[in-house]
């Protein structure tokens, strides 16, 4: 039965055209999402091709999928499927309320031990979106008194959460540049009582990194100057289970002492739902009590937490080690043949791998020839990204074939003749 919309005595009259202007705005802009693309099933991977995507209006057409964040492919392992089928089973498929009202199940706490115990810190804690664990953990930490310095190109979570958070000093060093970092932290000594310095681990747009291990040791000079310390917050949401020799992401990839607080996600390579945080004891105790994202929301379900934990107990297995393996060798493979097309791309053992085309025109191009050649590939072009820095942003899954990757190289290799 349709549904039929109640026009008569809604007073939208001069609000529709204005937001009518405003999304004809977008569009001409080129900042316009524009209709989404909705997959309507997965045909699992078989043979000597990975997964295929089947999408509404488009028939029986299959298409390869370059454009997801399930970096270790997990999201169809029947390990991870089956945790949360059992789960569902067992309690149903939603929590019922947010966590201090008995919304809180085992698989929940489980779940948040098992992250703390894998990335060696003493508590845990997940929220419903990685984006709600960094707005809820900045946003929390900031106080009137607080210095805040972050990466130009960190994400639109850390953007806004320090928007929200209205601190004492915001600063933005160029990306990367350690050196503007250290004189942002020197000009903040003796005006603000706690400083943080917030970063990315893996950039989402270029797949480069924070080079974590310089950024802890800057934090650390100059930690004496602030009477309640340096804090370093890093969100690996990007590095966790696709960086590193056993997974563990940015800090391990540069062999970094521990970040103060480490942010993370389950919808990437744990392919799951939901985000974390871990860090010492007594700042998670302190989150849970003043975090309005974590005490006024919903958690993920317990099902959920039941297929996070399941896959990482995978990606922290001789199983995990072996998708890891693949997971670089078939990035390195991808690289080596684009740059062989003259294609200019940012190499990095990360799975992300920017094909860098420097023009929105040949951008839009050729993610349009992809998805005519059945592959699905994300553009960004200006004004998205600065004029000069228009990309497609590949990105490699461990359940990728050689097949898969071959055929996303011969539609470049033929739109590029």
């Known amino acids: 039965m349709g549904i039929r919309c109640r026009e008569a005595g809604v007073p939208l009259d001069r609000l529709i055209p204005e937001l009518d202007r405003l999304v004809a705005q977008l569009d001409e802009q080129g900042t316009a999402k524009g209709a989404e693309l909705v997959i309507r099933q997965v045909l699992p991977a078989q043979g000597e091709r990975g997964p295929r995507y089947l999408l509404e209006g488009r028939g029986d057409r299959a298409f390869i999928r370059m454009n997801s964040n399930s970096y270790l ?22 929590p019922g309320a947010v966590r201090f009202i008995v919304g809180t199940h085992t698989p929940h706490v489980e779940l948040e031990r098992a992250l703390a115990a894998f990335h060696g810190r003493e508590d845990g804690m997940i929220f419903s979106s990685a984006y709600a664990a960094v ?90 100057n602030f009477p309640e310390n340096v804090v370093v917050v890093v969100d690996d949401s990007h590095g966790v289970g696709a960086i590193g020799t056993t997974g563990r992401g940015t800090e391990e990839y540069t062999a970094s002492p521990p970040a103060d607080v480490l942010i993370g996600t389950l919808g990437k390579a744990l392919a799951v739902n939901g985000g974390y945080v871990v860090s010492r004891s007594t700042v998670i105790r302190y989150l849970r009590e003043t975090s309005p994202f974590y005490i006024y929301s919903n958690p993920i379900t317990a099902a959920e937490a039941s297929a996070a934990l399941t896959a990482l107990g995978i990606l922290d297995s001789p199983e995990g080690t072996t998708l890891l393996e693949r997971l670089r060798r078939i990035t390195r493979r991808l ?82 003749r």
Request: no cysteine; hydrophobic share 40%.
């Open 73 to 94: 492919g997990l999201a169809l392992h029947p390990e991870v499927i089956g945790a949360e089928e059992t789960t569902a089973k067992q309690v149903g498929t939603g």
């Open 135 to 224: 707005m809820g953990t900045l946003v929390s930490l900031v106080d009137p008194t607080t210095a805040v310095i972050s990466d130009e190109l960190n994400h639109n979570s850390i953007i806004n959460a320090i928007r929200l958070s209205r601190p004492l000093i915001k600063s933005v060093y160029p990306h990367l540049d350690m050196e503007a970092l250290d004189r942002q932290l020197a000009d903040a000594a003796g005006r603000a009582r706690r400083a943080i310095v917030v970063t990315d681990g893996i950039f989402s747009m270029r797949g480069d990194h924070a080079p974590l291990d310089e950024i802890v040791g800057i934090a650390r000079r100059h930690d004496h």
């Open 335 to 416: 690289e080596s043949q684009l740059t062989g097309l003259n294609y200019e791309v940012i190499p990095g053992e990360h799975p992300i791998v920017p094909l860098m085309l420097r023009d929105t025109g040949e951008t839009r191009r050729l993610v349009a020839a992809l998805f005519d050649g059945g592959i699905l590939a994300t553009g960004l072009a200006y004004p998205v990204v600065p004029r000069g820095d228009e990309e497609i942003r590949l990105q490699v899954n461990a359940d990728h074939t050689p097949g898969d990757l071959d055929k996303v190289v011969s539609v470049l290799a033929a739109a590029r």
